[in-house]
């Protein structure tokens, strides 16, 4: 695949989680990609570190931003999107840190027809603080490393360390939903564009990551795995608000009987007057 890749990070007020994402993001093998950073309303101190990062990263670096109006990051990863120059989207959480061959991986498990869904390590608490005041590198050990890891509790697995060759295997779970995060998940931008992104009707934490992955098996999209292969390295963070997670499972499993392929609130919506000057 010799597209550009679109690598999206969706960011909230967390400049030392952002900064450690965008270090491992400049050591990448492939550097045929650009980052967009999709800011959900930070404070101007996230503005300055990616500046700052401009410099210093080798691809192009974009940051899009809207007001903080609550947690709406549907809707900011859609305005990265229509930002965004590549013909391949991959979203990544910006607190997971991703080791030197993610793009390249994701470039070679591209596939006309399906989208990727990856996996991530949770690190714990105190390994986070270690990592972000100590500015470790995690994205560099090996399995020995994380073995240590994993024995001492600072991590929940390794499965997402591992590297195997699962060939086939990699469809198994071609038409599962459940399970797919935004955090790791790659999506071709004719597929977005044919599902109208994410949904942005969806408010608060929860659900409409999964609610794109619906729609895009309604379309006659398949799930590919990238497990064993594009694992991400999640930083701790505090549980989110989960508020409004009860009216979004609502919605969600009205998606899952139906056969709604667009989305209510997608990225058409701010390609109105209306929804740019928003």
């Given at each position: 695949m010799a597209e550009l890749i679109s690598v999206i990070v969706t960011t909230y007020n967390r400049e030392d989680a952002l900064d450690a994402v965008l270090r491992s993001l400049a050591a990448q093998s492939d550097g045929d990609f650009e980052v967009v950073v999709a800011d959900d309303g930070s404070a101007p101190a996230t503005r300055e570190l990616i500046t700052a990062w401009k410099a210093k990263l080798p691809c192009g670096v974009e940051h899009v931003w809207h007001e903080d109006k609550g947690f709406r990051a549907a809707e900011i990863r859609n305005r990265a999107v229509l930002a965004a120059e590549g013909g391949y989207c991959v979203f990544l959480d910006g607190d997971c840190i991703v080791r030197p061959d993610f793009v390249a991986t994701h470039r070679r498990l591209a596939e006309p027809g399906c989208?990727?869904?990856?996996?991530?390590?949770?690190?714990?608490?105190?390994?986070t603080r270690k990592v972000l005041i100590e500015k470790l590198r995690p994205e560099r050990w090996g399995i020995s490393e994380w073995s240590g890891q994993r024995l001492s509790g600072g991590v929940n697995r390794?499965?997402?360390?591992?590297?195997?060759?699962?060939?086939?295997?990699?469809r198994l779970r071609s038409k599962a939903w459940r399970g797919a995060r935004s955090c790791n998940l790659a999506i071709w931008r004719g597929d977005l564009d044919r599902v109208d992104g994410f949904d942005a009707a969806?408010?608060?934490?929860?659900?409409e990551d999964s609610d794109i992955?619906?729609?895009?098996?309604?379309?006659?999209?398949r799930r590919k795995d990238g497990i064993f292969a594009t694992g991400v390295l999640h930083l701790w963070h505090p549980e989110a608000d989960r508020s409004m997670l009860s009216g979004n499972e609502d919605r969600l499993s009205a998606i899952v009987a139906g056969d709604h392929i667009r989305a209510q609130r997608g990225l058409s919506a701010l390609t109105s007057p209306a929804g740019a000057a928003a």
């Open positions: 989208f990727v869904t990856g996996n991530r390590v949770l690190l714990s608490p105190g390994l390794l499965s997402a360390i591992l590297r195997l060759p699962l060939g086939p295997l990699r969806y408010t608060g934490w929860g659900k992955i619906v729609r895009l098996m309604h379309a006659g999209l």
